[in-house]
């Protein structure tokens, strides 16, 4: 019996609630946005020695200039012949890539991309200038780091041989907030 008199009352129509009836009036005029396509980045990989680089487009601008350069530049490191320098000189190793793309994008990021050279161990020197503020970060053969930075009218900061990526990208923060 009580079910079935909570089937009845469930029947029955509710109550006039007039304020609920004009929510729902105020719901349906309500403008709508238009739900937006959820688009999926397009993404091209490179492989770079091994290493791959995987760039997201960002709307319709191309694959940034600067980024692209120094790609080419470090394909061309890996094309060296033994002995370039005629000093035993080793071609671009895999273990600088990493690194060095790391400080390639940072330095776009901030408009401040880095001139590139070859190393005789298979490691890349990235160098940067403004005025008298300098910066050069030797990313060697095994993927270690070294650098030196010498702001004007402040002391020299230098990266002793064998330190870490990171500690070269806290060097490279200092050298772009040095503005």
Known sequence: MLNEARYEQAQRPAPERPHME??????AIRPTRPVRAQLVP???????????????????????????NAIKSLL?????????NSYGGRSLTASAITP?????????QTAAVPRLHPLP???VGLAWTRGEDDLEIAV???G???GLLSLAGS????????????EALNLLEQYLAAR
């Open 22 to 27: 004009t929510n729902r009036w105020l719901n």
């Open 42 to 68: 397009e993404s091209e990989t490179f492989d770079l020695l091994g290493v791959k680089l995987i760039w997201t487009k960002d709307g319709n601008r191309p694959f940034p200039e600067p980024v692209l």
């Open 76 to 84: 061309d490191f890996a094309e060296l012949p033994g002995n370039w």
């Open 100 to 108: 060095v793309i790391q400080f390639v994008i940072r330095g776009h």
């Open 121 to 123: 161990d298979g490691g």
């Open 140 to 142: 060697a053969g095994n």
């Open 144 to 146: 270690t780091v070294e």
């Open 155 to 166: 002391e020299e900061v230098e990266l002793i041989p064998g330190s870490s990526a990171p």
